[in-house]
């Protein structure tokens, strides 16, 4: 079993910063991809960031310049976010592609969220 924890939300205001940690644990035989997914009330799930192995980060539009997210190796990422708006305000879910064995397909896990509000 793969655990996902993650830490750092909370409220800030317009303008402020936050960092997110996300630590994965458990039978990790490596790790494919990291990243976070926001979601507000009534709104799909939306990428914000993610980071590949040997590749490239993706960041989402809205926020490319103004977050930042790192990969502490093995299995913890970090998204750091400046500069933060109001409607940045969701609940923010790490996600990571993961393989337990080395013949095994990877699966995707996810943590439980965290709350990041912004307030004006």
Request: proline letters at 3%; charged letters at 15%.
């Amino acid at each position: 079993q793969v655990q996902l924890v993650e830490s750092g939300g909370g409220l800030v205001q317009h303008g402020g910063s936050l960092r997110l940690s996300c630590a994965a644990s458990g039978s990790i035989f490596s790790i494919d991809f990291m990243g976070w997914y926001r979601q507000t009330p009534g709104k799909q799930r939306e990428l914000v960031a993610n980071i590949i192995s040997g590749g490239s980060n993706y960041y989402e539009d809205s926020v490319e310049g103004r977050f930042t997210l790192s990969r502490d190796y093995p299995n913890t990422v970090h998204l750091q976010m400046n500069s933060l708006k109001p409607e940045d305000t969701a609940v923010y879910y790490c996600y990571a592609g993961v393989k337990t064995t080395q013949n095994s397909p990877g699966h995707e896990y996810w943590g439980q969220g965290t709350q990041v509000t912004v307030s004006l």
